[in-house]
């Protein structure tokens, strides 16, 4: 049973095969900054983890994270401006991508909006990125071959 972060972090470990370098986390589903803390991340890397996060921006994250990745949503206040990537679901009603563009992340990127890939919506990003050279393509593999 999890009790605390040390517990959270030792789980976390226990997964990772033996002897595999290069130990590495994503935090991420519903908003992990409601839950991560100073004591999950030091734990996490006293294991030697790389420790990666998907926010949607709107709470402050706690210091040490080595990947910050934040996905904005429509009509949210953001208050993570700067990280190391900026995913947009696209499209979204009510979000114009070029909103982001001055804000200090080193990766603004177009994910297809998650109905199926039999729309127009792959489409839609790929002409996106074509027309917008800031911006790249971020496709989930797994949703287009229909792993879940």
């Not at 370098?21 to 890397?45: M, R, Y």
């Not at 006293?46 to 904005?72: H, M, Q, Y």
């Not at 909006?113 to 990125?129: G, R, W």
Request: proline share 5%; with cysteine; glycine share 4%.
């Amino acid at each position: 049973m999890v009790r605390c972060a040390e517990d959270l972090a030792s789980y976390i470990e226990d997964q990772w095969p033996l002897n595999q370098p290069n130990k590495f986390v994503v935090l991420t589903g519903g908003e992990p900054s409601l839950q991560v803390d100073k004591a999950l991340i030091e734990s996490l890397h006293k294991r030697g983890f790389f420790i990666a996060i998907e926010t949607n921006g709107t709470r402050l994250l706690e210091p040490g994270i080595d990947w910050v990745c934040v996905s904005p949503k429509a009509n949210t206040k953001l208050v993570v401006t700067s990280g190391d990537e900026l995913k947009l679901v696209y499209p979204q009603i009510g979000v114009d991508p070029k909103q982001f563009e001055l804000m200090a992340f080193d990766h603004f990127q177009i994910q297809p909006l998650d109905a199926n890939y039999e729309n127009d919506y792959l489409d839609q990003a790929v002409d996106f990125c074509k027309n917008n050279t800031a911006w790249t393509l971020s496709f989930q593999t797994h949703k287009a071959l229909k792993i879940r």
